[in-house]
């Protein structure tokens, strides 16, 4: 079965370094995402992307934040100079049709920020 | 953000007897809500969902019934199984935001053998 994959699964930095996480997505899907979830919290909208462009995002997706599809299979979220309040795990999602309608988004199993 | 709100944190069940996990909504944009299903380490995995023009949609042992008067919705698993044990997730979206879905807090759901 076709799954959305993430890469790392865990990642440890210092506040204020640059990180990358990276995420490849179902390969026919056209729409995706990110979301996050820090410990004992709810899963939370971060951005979504269609077409090479930020369809919506959160208040939470700052300047700091940024995604990129810099090719035909990786998407991938940078969080430019990390702070503690980012430790979180975060989710990619992947969906055929516009997420919601279709009923269905693909999630990964997640990349584990820890910020010290 | 209490949009999408599910208020028992956790819920104990005997294997083969009925669980219904409720969530409750205050969002009139949202027409479109979703079950998903979280395992420790695991991204969370869709298990069901429901339009409002519905109140109701089964899958098997799934069911979701939608309330749109009191703004509630419930998944009904019968028979539970061990295997069910999982955080489980209502979720919600709509309006022109299709592609953010709103989820609440969880409930963990524990089916004894």
């Known amino acids: 079965e076709p799954e959305v994959t993430q890469t790392p699964s865990h990642q440890v930095t210092q506040m204020g370094q640059e990180v990358i996480l990276r995420c490849v997505p179902i390969s026919n899907h056209l729409y995706f995402y990110w979301y996050r979830q820090i410990l004992g919290q709810k899963v939370e909208f971060l951005v979504s992307?269609?077409?090479?462009?930020?369809?919506?995002k959160s208040e939470i997706f700052d300047d700091q934040f940024s995604v990129e599809r810099p090719d035909g299979s990786n998407f991938t979220l940078k969080i430019r100079s990390t702070k503690l309040e980012d430790s979180a795990m975060y989710f990619c999602a992947s969906s055929l049709l516009a997420g919601g309608n279709s009923g269905e988004l693909f999630f990964g199993e997640g990349s584990r920020l820890t910020v010290l | 953000d209490q949009q999408v709100k599910q208020n028992s944190p956790s819920l104990s069940v005997q294997e083969g007897r009925i669980s219904i996990l409720n969530c409750d909504y205050t969002?009139?944009?949202?027409?479109?809500f979703l079950w998903y299903k979280k395992y420790p380490a695991e991204g969370p995995t869709f298990l069901i969902s429901?339009?409002?023009?519905?109140d109701k949609n089964e899958d098997g042992r799934f069911t979701v019934f939608l309330n749109k008067s009191a703004k509630h919705l419930s998944l009904h698993i019968v028979p539970s199984q061990p295997g069910d044990s999982a955080v489980y997730f209502c979720a919600a979206t709509g309006g022109t935001s299709y592609g953010k879905l709103t989820f609440g807090q969880g409930t963990i759901l524990t089916v004894h053998p």
């Open positions: 969002n009139s944009m949202f027409d479109y």
């Open positions: 992307f269609y077409n090479n462009e930020i369809s919506e």
């Open positions: 429901i339009s409002s023009i519905k």
